[in-house]
């Protein structure tokens, strides 16, 4: 029987509670629909898959403690005010991650751009208490421009993280790794995307600085298209590594998009969709099913099937309706693909034994 890390077990839980999420948004039957629900998203979903990916030294019983307080203040977060112990136990899970994940990435970091990826999960995760409050005070200013931060925090995590995992699995597709992967880290690129993000998320939230926010995004996105060039990831066959490509690609889409709509001076959030539902939706969902397989001993090949397939295509059709302004058809959508990746993530855990 395949031995896992126990914080594997937040993959199923965080895609069950986003395919949840955005019908109960969207049905009203969850309050502060404005701007609260993006918070789930983020604060919810995406802080709970990246716990799954980086805590892997957590032991069971302080994983199911924080797993009981991620579920405590999603629960709290569909109540209305929302109660503090929800806000509290979302700190709590917040902390936790930035502890037992981000900081151990920090501190074992070797070289300063594997430091500056520790660094920006750490942001990340430590960010959730100010944003937490900053919404529950109501005030939609204040909260669009923490919003904005925080997503591009969340760029910066999808860009990093996603690269890492994208490189070795374009190697590994070729006939000779090696020399092959000794040309795809593509270093300075990297660096370039990643301080671009650092920079929308310290320029974003003031008016005055947004438009250079805006120029950093679409300069992230722009060296993104070029790094995905250079690694030219239609030359492989493998359909787990194809797919992993294409999840990844949807940050050269978003991320200029987001900021055209930023130095345009108009609302972002149409645009933004594309990289929380396109890219976060991707990525997320791919690197699980990944990480999963490769966690169980099965290879990252078990991870490129048609189910996973079916996942992106509804993922990206959830994202083309999201930003067209249809927001019942992109939730049905959304929804079916984080339903169809419970499924696959709960049949792949099924059975496994806890480290």
């Given at each position: 029987?395949?031995?896992?890390?126990p914080?594997t077990w937040?993959?199923?839980l965080?895609?069950?509670?986003?395919?949840?999420?955005?019908?109960?948004?969207?049905?009203?039957m969850?309050p502060?629909?404005?701007l609260?629900h993006?918070?789930?998203?983020?604060?919810?979903?995406?802080?709970a898959?990246?716990?799954?990916f980086?805590?892997?030294?957590?032991?069971?019983?302080?994983?199911?403690?924080a797993?009981?307080?991620w579920?405590?203040?999603?629960?709290g977060g569909?109540?209305?005010g929302?109660?503090?112990?929800?806000l509290?136990l979302?700190g709590a899970?917040a902390l936790?991650?930035a502890t037992?994940?981000?900081?151990?990435?920090?501190?074992?970091?070797?070289?300063?751009?594997?430091?500056?990826?520790?660094?920006?999960?750490?942001?990340?995760?430590l960010?959730?208490?100010?944003?937490?409050?900053?919404?529950v005070?109501?005030?939609a200013g204040?909260?669009?421009?923490?919003?904005?931060?925080a997503?591009?925090?969340f760029?910066?995590?999808?860009?990093g993280?996603g690269?890492?995992?994208?490189a070795p699995?374009?190697?590994?597709?070729?006939?000779?790794p090696?020399?092959?992967l000794?040309?795809?880290?593509?270093?300075?690129?990297?660096?370039?995307?990643?301080t671009?993000?650092?920079?929308?998320?310290a320029?974003?939230?003031?008016a005055?600085?947004?438009?250079?926010?805006g120029?950093?995004l679409?300069?992230?996105?722009l060296?993104?298209?070029?790094?995905l060039w250079?690694?030219r990831?239609?030359?492989?066959?493998?359909?787990d590594?194809?797919?992993?490509?294409?999840?990844?690609?949807?940050?050269?889409?978003?991320?200029p998009?987001?900021?055209?709509a930023?130095?345009?001076?108009?609302?972002?959030?149409?645009?933004?969709?594309?990289l929380?539902?396109?890219?976060l939706?991707?990525l997320?969902?791919?690197m699980?099913?990944?990480t999963?397989?490769?966690?169980?001993g099965?290879?990252?090949?078990?991870?490129?099937?048609?189910?996973l397939?079916v996942?992106?295509?509804?993922?990206?059709?959830a994202?083309?309706?999201r930003?067209?302004?249809?927001?019942?058809?992109?939730?049905?959508?959304?929804s079916?693909?984080?339903?169809?990746?419970?499924?696959r993530?709960?049949?792949?855990?099924?059975?496994?034994?806890?480290?």
């Amino acid at each position: 029987m395949a031995r896992v890390p126990p914080a594997t077990w937040l993959f199923p839980l965080a895609a069950a509670w986003g395919a949840a999420a955005v019908p109960l948004w969207a049905g009203g039957m969850c309050p502060r629909l404005s701007l609260w629900h993006a918070h789930g998203i983020l604060y919810g979903y995406a802080l709970a898959c990246v716990a799954g990916f980086l805590a892997t030294r957590a032991r069971r019983a302080e994983t199911a403690l924080a797993a009981a307080a991620w579920l405590g203040a999603r629960l709290g977060g569909c109540l209305p005010g929302p109660p503090a112990w929800a806000l509290l136990l979302d700190g709590a899970f917040a902390l936790w991650v930035a502890t037992r994940g981000a900081w151990p990435l920090v501190e074992g970091a070797k070289r300063l751009r594997n430091r500056l990826l520790g660094l920006g999960a750490l942001a990340v995760c430590l960010s959730a208490l100010p944003v937490t409050a900053v919404l529950v005070r109501l005030d939609a200013g204040a909260g669009e421009a923490a919003l904005r931060a925080a997503l591009a925090g969340f760029a910066f995590l999808l860009a990093g993280m996603g690269g890492r995992a994208l490189a070795p699995a374009l190697a590994g597709a070729h006939d000779d790794p090696r020399r092959w992967l000794a040309n795809a880290v593509q270093p300075r690129l990297e660096a370039g995307v990643l301080t671009a993000c650092a920079a929308a998320a310290a320029l974003l939230p003031a008016a005055a600085t947004r438009p250079a926010g805006g120029g950093a995004l679409v300069l992230a996105g722009l060296l993104t298209a070029v790094r995905l060039w250079r690694w030219r990831p239609w030359s492989v066959r493998r359909v787990d590594v194809v797919l992993l490509a294409i999840a990844y690609a949807w940050l050269a889409v978003a991320l200029p998009a987001w900021g055209a709509a930023e130095l345009a001076g108009a609302r972002p959030w149409a645009a933004a969709h594309l990289l929380t539902v396109g890219a976060l939706g991707s990525l997320t969902a791919v690197m699980m099913a990944r990480t999963a397989a490769l966690r169980l001993g099965r290879g990252a090949a078990a991870a490129g099937d048609a189910a996973l397939a079916v996942v992106l295509g509804a993922v990206a059709a959830a994202a083309v309706l999201r930003a067209g302004g249809l927001a019942m058809a992109a939730a049905a959508a959304w929804s079916g693909a984080l339903v169809l990746l419970v499924a696959r993530l709960w049949r792949a855990l099924r059975g496994a034994a806890l480290r």
